[in-house]
């Protein structure tokens, strides 16, 4: 690639040490900018990572990415990277935020219109925050229903849907004035595993790839996607001994050269467990810098908020510092990176507004509106006249322990989806109860509504087994059941038995509020209109 006079003066100014700390994103405990300013002064810091962790409301935010600016500022650095994981299902700053029901809700639709509106919303938001990155859309295809760690943060189980919705996002992405970054390339929707454990498996041929799961991520690539971030995913038929992230054959041959993308390649968090249980810190940074990663992330560094956080992160940039100086990783190489990178800088977040006003209200309509759309009756409708709803929540408190992850990673609502519907649902009217399991035997004539819900965690599961055995007994004890699920459609694949099932595909606030508004008839819905499945 020809390199710009500008860039190519920039970075001959830089030492080997700001060289290589340009291409690290990294991550740090707490909401004082002073814990990462010795790798922004000292190293170059190309970016941050920055979660809930950080920062729970917009103040807070604000306050903490105009401090890491102004670190930068004092010696003319580039803008920071600062990317967050704002991406419906997964979201930041949750509770002030309008993080909308997530992409499985948005890719109900035929049509992008709504995604783009959500993905619009968010970016106004984080940019109000002083964000510049959402690291998203996810571009994955839900071809396993199984996967623990996809699921609802996808836009479905079709690949041509799931292209379009990613592509509408980017759009939406660049309309409310930000960056994206489509993951996890080249797709993490046929996986069993989650590779924030173990490196999961696809057992896939180039041609199935190019079928099915390529097609989202070349339609965000088309759409102008700025950054596509790898996975720490095992494709044999591929390459046999690298994950996506350490592959050339992937990196290079595939997305470079066959799929046309000129951005940047960003690795997924090299802390996860698919990278740290298999490869030294310094043996992964540069087998990833080998294989065509340019930006490489350390998002989980402090998953234990340990102490030695910092340590862990200097002692990767110091092996790839290490690696140049005996030959191992050609310097050249990590000049070509980092022209990508500061080109990036120079027309993206150099000139990018932030913390300008947004219409919170205005967001939260359009949010409520994306969430509606979405409620799906999946194989019959029932006919609920004026009979009684009794309301019968499936998951057992136990259930919620981690639903406001401690990683600050996640969905971090603090609020079961539960908590939601039966307070929209308002229990105190005529014809509506709450009951538990012991009062089952006492019921009337009416309905009964069992609820679930389901919420994707990083590195750990939100515990359901207890909720869906529950639900695969009732429907063999009670004719008139109705199951709202508020979460994915795929557990209906394990109830042959459940006639009514309504669907939010999504644990969000504003979907379990429409659930209920479906359920007192004030808000219309159809009949397998999702895209599931178990259509």
Not at 446 to 470: I, K, R
Not at 492 to 504: D, F, H, I
Request: a negative charge; charged letters at 20%; one cysteine or more.
């Amino acid at each position: 690639m020809q390199i710009d006079a500008e860039v190519a003066n920039i970075i001959a100014r830089w030492s080997l040490k700001e060289k290589v700390g340009q291409l690290f994103i990294l991550a740090f405990p707490g909401k004082s900018a002073e814990t990462i300013r010795p790798l922004i002064t000292e190293y170059n810091l190309g970016g941050c990572y920055l979660s809930q962790d950080n920062s729970d409301t917009f103040e807070e935010a604000q306050r903490l990415t105009r401090a890491l600016t102004e670190i930068g500022a004092e010696l003319g650095r580039l803008p920071l990277l600062l990317g967050v994981d704002q991406e419906g299902a997964w979201g930041v700053l949750v509770g002030e935020s309008t993080t909308g029901p997530g992409n499985l809700a948005l890719g109900v639709a035929e049509q992008g219109q709504n995604t783009e509106r959500m993905y619009g919303v968010m970016a106004e938001e984080m940019r109000l925050a002083g964000f510049n990155c959402i690291l998203g859309p996810c571009c994955d295809v839900n071809f396993n229903p199984r996967s623990p760690i996809i699921d609802s943060r996808s836009f479905g189980d079709q690949p041509a849907r799931v292209a379009l919705h990613s592509a509408a996002a980017v759009r939406g992405l660049h309309g409310g004035g930000i960056c994206g970054s489509g993951k996890h390339f080249p797709g993490h929707g046929d996986t069993q595993g989650d590779s924030h454990r173990e490196i999961p498996r696809v057992d896939k041929s180039l041609a199935e790839l190019r079928e099915q799961d390529l097609l989202p991520f070349q339609a965000a690539i088309d759409a102008g996607v700025e950054l596509i971030m790898t996975s720490h995913i095992l494709y044999p038929q591929i390459d046999s001994e690298r994950p996506a992230t350490l592959s050339p054959v992937i990196l290079q041959d595939l997305l470079r050269t066959e799929m046309g993308f000129e951005g940047i390649i960003i690795s997924d968090s090299m802390n996860m467990g698919a990278i740290v249980h298999h490869y030294s810190p310094s043996t992964a940074a540069v087998l990833a810098l080998k294989a065509g990663v340019n930006m490489i992330m350390l998002s989980e560094e402090h998953y234990d908020h340990s102490d030695g956080y910092l340590d862990k992160q200097l002692a990767m940039i110091h092996g790839v510092m290490a690696a140049v100086a005996t030959g191992e990783l050609d310097e050249a190489l990590i000049d070509a990176a980092l022209a990508r990178i500061v080109a990036f800088k120079l027309t993206r977040l150099v000139p990018m507004a932030l913390y300008g006003g947004v219409d919170i209200p205005a967001h939260q309509r359009v949010a409520r509106e994306c969430a509606g759309a979405a409620l799906t009756w999946l194989r019959q409708v029932p006919v609920l006249g004026n009979a009684p709803l009794y309301v019968l929540n499936a998951t057992p408190a136990a259930s919620y322990r981690n639903l406001t992850n401690p990683r600050g990673i996640g969905p971090n609502q603090r609020e079961p989806a539960y908590d939601h519907f039966i307070a929209a649902l308002n229990p105190v009217q005529q014809g509506v109860r709450e009951v538990g399991l012991d009062e089952l035997n006492c019921l009337g004539e009416g309905w009964l509504v069992l609820v679930t819900e389901n919420h994707p965690l990083p590195g750990e599961d939100f515990e359901q087994q207890e909720a869906q055995a529950l639900v695969r007994r009732l429907s063999c004890e009670i004719d008139r059941l109705i199951v709202v699920a508020l979460r994915s459609p795929y557990d209906l694949l394990g109830y042959p038995e459940v006639r009514y099932y309504l669907c939010s595909h999504s644990a969000r606030p504003e979907s379990a509020r429409a659930a209920a508004e479906v359920l007192l008839g004030r808000l219309e819905t159809q009949q397998s209109r999702a895209v599931s499945l178990v259509s």
